[in-house]
């Protein structure tokens, strides 16, 4: 709408404020068009402000100090009604009943500040609290003793100026790091993870002492975390965290611990999920939580339980990621930092806050010394009888002339307000009064202000001792309750499980899984790539889906697995319609999705007459038949592919013969030309692996498996699958050799006593037990060497004898697995340690002289090869290039 001109064209002066023409004061009311000006920034920095982002100071966000100073000023000892604390902290919080009730409850189950009593909800299953006129809560003494101290505390008006409210809360604590603090505000948010009440302290001593902090997160909810790129809680950084599962059987998953940041009732409907849609199976789930976790997952048969198990990592919120963000408000500032310097910012906090609290104690104990000096003075001098007849202002003079011989100790003047009250000190208090009682209350006095002299001296050394006392006084209990973990990346398409069917029409070259009317080549799942291999020898790797064109003339097709080394090809093909043929062998670890690559010499024409996939690199043998022509006497070649090198796949390959080929025809497979599989165990994530981490336990093939050793006293023999989970209490692993024995040392239960035995680890793929099964039988120590030695120790208070060594392999022969053994000692044992073993040289036996080979057997013949794959030409002998 247009402005209103006057007869000079110029725009009419119009009164913005009504209220002013009726003579009310300029500024009583702020026009609508000023105030939206600057809404937005107002807006977001009110809700940056005061609401969503804690202070360095104290750790709190504004509803939470409210209501942290309205319990204080509830506070008697006694529960409250956690609705009357609602009502009490509205006083001081114009945002509603709401949402008061759910931080309250937020700051209770962190049970760290308040007392909770009643139905406070449950973490763990996602439960609510009960309504706030059924559940009561007060302060707890840890709060009392560190958050609160009115002398110290800088306080500001309320929202309506009736009451006073803190600033911020002197607290001498990291409480932000002890509970955590999360919040979405305009522009910007904060998530800071709770840390471990135990390491915090120790971390300040660290800060304290000059040295530099380094604090991990810790959850109620216990599990798992790995925390190697947290980057002190900063932005960019991440936090992995997994559930705790054990496998109770092989058809049986029980997890006791979960992530923080989800419950029972989202963890489970995260497996169903994964279920329905394929990714894992799951027969049944049971949620017996209580108190604590349990969540009892059943599986189908044949379902492998260490695969499960990485697939609930892999696809449901049994693993979740976090990313910290520790923004914080300094002063009236957002700022990113992170948790080291959060901690070293509130401990500085917490030495300032000692230092003034003790400077604040100082001038009450020198008052009180000051003012017991005068009392002691004015009735010990008899200073009150000379004020018969005089007025109250003649009495103050009398009692400053009076005072003054006997004053010079004092530590500061005497004031008008020091002899007022001495004057009003009544007669009854003069007339009991004890000379040597005051002489001991001034000296304790002194006592006290060299104290604190001492500790403002010294006051670094304060400050630990302060640290410790709370340590001391609330530590137990807080031990920390997530595992700190390395973890292993789950390969997503090695755990899922064969959720499709994968169909093949080789003619019209289409694969997928919704080609049901055709060829059914394997079970796969939605997310495996496949591999095709065309008969004019292309190759392509796509992704599966229910359709897709590869090229008609569809050789070979499967799943592929990306870095398989021990998958080789074995291919003979005619270079172009009448050129050489050759053969190939080769492996297939890498690739671009839906590129064609030639695997021949790229001559038009080109065709492959045989083609094979052997799993394990298995031996296998071809005939070669040859077209009839003159003058051609060999028309048959036997081709042994072990002879040749694998390569890559694009290499030429050898010729085998110039000669067209008629077709080839499959004579034997063996068994694997590959080398034995070489196993590592890393444990730092506790489990095996071929990419050389941790300890080399062997080379493995065929049937070789793996002896773990628990605690328990039970060992278990797995096979060298790289998905197995071994269990925690796990002692001992290596590579199984069916012929060594094993040699234990334990303590029998029922006979009160050390016992050695030594036995052969039978075959089993179940955890068998070796000791005893009497409730107080323990397992002392294991031993897998050929020839253990261990040192004894005796207990010096019931005998004298020196220590012993036993050689266990004379003191002991090789029993049965059920044989209780030998009693180690009849002594009172202090400790048992093993030694190093007797070296051990395993019997050879001679050849027989019919055994022994001929001097020309076995030696290298000069037209053996010498590291070069063989050609075979057309009389079907071996040629070295």
Request: with cysteine; glycine share 6%.
């Amino acid at each position: 709408m247009s402005e209103e001109l006057d007869e000079n064209n110029e725009p009419e002066e119009t009164n913005d404020n009504p209220q002013e023409e009726n003579g009310k004061d300029e500024g009583s009311i702020i026009s609508v068009r000023g105030m939206y000006k600057d809404w937005f920034l107002d807006y977001a920095s009110y809700v940056i402000l005061e609401r969503a982002v804690p202070s360095i100071k104290d750790g709190l966000k504004p509803v939470q100090r409210r209501i942290l100073h309205s319990m204080k000023e509830m506070d008697d000892g006694r529960y409250n009604k956690v609705a009357n604390i609602i009502g009490n902290t509205m006083k001081y919080h114009p945002h509603g009943d709401a949402s008061i009730g759910d931080a309250l409850v937020q700051l209770g189950q962190k049970d760290l500040l308040i007392d909770c009593q009643g139905n406070w909800g449950n973490t763990l299953t996602g439960d609510r609290a009960a309504a706030a006129r059924y559940i009561e809560a007060r302060l707890s003494k840890f709060g009392n003793e560190v958050v609160f101290n009115p002398k110290t505390t800088e306080w500001t008006k309320s929202y309506d100026g009736r009451n006073n409210e803190p600033v911020d809360l002197p607290v001498k604590f990291p409480l932000l790091l002890a509970q955590g603090g999360e919040g979405i505000a305009v522009g910007l948010s904060t998530k800071i993870l709770s840390h471990n009440f135990i390491e915090l302290i120790d971390n300040a001593i660290k800060v304290l002492q000059g040295k530099r902090p380094n604090i991990l997160p810790d959850f109620l909810n216990g599990g798992m975390a790995d925390f190697s790129n947290y980057n002190a809680g900063e932005r960019g950084g991440k936090v992995r965290l997994r559930a705790k599962i054990k496998k109770q059987d092989n058809k049986t998953l029980v997890i006791n611990e979960i992530p923080f940041g989800t419950d029972t009732s989202k963890l489970i409907d995260s497996i169903l999920k994964a279920n329905d849609k394929g990714k894992l199976k799951v027969k049944k789930i049971e949620d017996n939580t209580a108190s604590e976790v349990e969540i009892v997952i059943h599986l189908p048969s044949g379902i492998s339980p260490d695969k499960t198990i990485d697939a609930l990592y892999a696809f449901s919120d049994c693993e979740i990621s976090i990313s910290p963000n520790a923004c914080i408000i300094d002063g009236d500032t957002p700022i990113f930092t992170n948790v080291n310097e959060i901690l070293k910012r509130n401990t500085e906090q917490t030495v300032d806050l000692l230092k003034l609290e003790l400077e604040i104690k100082l001038r009450e104990l020198n008052e009180q010394w000051h003012f017991s000096s005068l009392e002691k003075i004015f009735i010990e001098q008899k200073i009150y009888i000379e004020f018969d007849g005089r007025t109250y202002e003649e009495a103050i003079e009398v009692t400053h002339e009076l005072l003054k011989p006997h004053i010079e100790h004092l530590i500061r003047e005497v004031t008008d307000d020091d002899v007022k009250r001495l004057l009003e000190i009544k007669m009854r208090r003069i007339t009991k009064h004890d000379a040597d009682k005051a002489d001991n209350y001034i000296a304790s006095l002194e006592e006290q202000i060299a104290e604190v002299n001492n500790h403002l001296a010294n006051l670094i050394e304060y400050a630990i001792d302060y640290f410790k006392n709370l340590k001391k006084k609330y530590g137990a209990g807080k031990e920390r309750r997530t595992e700190i973990r390395t973890f292993d990346s789950v390969n997503k398409a090695s755990v899922i499980v064969s959720n499709k069917k994968l169909y093949v029409n080789r003619e019209e070259g289409f694969a997928g899984y919704g080609l049901k009317k055709d060829e059914f080549v394997e079970d796969c799942s939605d997310i495996d790539d496949i591999i095709v291999f065309r008969e004019d020898g292309v190759m392509m790797v796509s992704k599966v889906t229910d359709k897709h064109f590869f090229g008609k003339g569809i050789a070979h097709i499967a799943v592929w697995k990306k870095g398989d080394e021990r998958t080789i090809y074995h291919m003979i093909y005619q270079d172009g319609t009448k050129g050489d043929a050759y053969m190939k062998r080769f492996n297939v670890k890498s690739i671009t999705r839906d590129k064609e690559y030639d695997l021949t010499k790229g001559t038009k024409g080109s065709k492959v007459h045989y083609f094979s996939a052997n799993p394990n690199g298995e031996m296998e043998t071809v005939q070669v038949q040859l077209r009839p022509r003159p003058h051609l006497k060999k028309l048959k070649i036997d081709i042994n592919f072990a002879d040749l090198l694998v390569k890559g796949r694009m290499s030429k390959g050898n010729r085998v013969t110039k000669n067209l080929i008629s077709k080839v025809i499959q004579k034997e497979v063996g068994g694997s030309t590959l080398a034995a599989l070489k196993i590592w165990y890393d444990d730092i994530v506790g489990k095996i692996n071929t990419d050389e981490r941790g300890e080399l336990l062997g080379e493995f093939k065929g049937e070789d498996k793996i002896l773990t050793i628990m605690q328990s006293g039970e060992y278990r023999l797995h096979h060298f699958d790289l998905s197995i989970h071994f269990p925690e209490d796990m002692i001992h692993i290596e590579k199984w050799n069916p012929e060594k024995p094993l040699s234990a040392i334990y303590w029998d239960g029922e006979k009160d006593n050390y016992y050695v035995k030594r036995f052969i680890v039978e075959p089993s793929d179940k955890k068998v037990s070796f000791i005893t099964e009497h409730e107080k039988s323990h397992l002392e120590l294991v031993l897998t060497d050929w020839k253990p030695v261990v040192n004894i120790s005796f207990d010096k208070r019931t005998n004298d004898r020196e220590d012993e060594e036993v050689n266990i392999e004379e003191f002991i022969a090789v029993k049965g697995l059920k044989a209780l053994g030998n009693r180690l000692t009849q002594y009172k044992v202090k400790q048992i340690e093993p030694l190093d073993p007797i070296p051990y040289e395993p019997v050879v036996e001679e050849p027989t002289k019919e055994e022994k080979p001929k001097e020309d057997e076995g030696q290298d013949d000069d037209n053996d090869d010498k590291g070069g794959p063989a050609s075979v030409e057309d009389d079907g002998q071996a040629t070295l290039f």
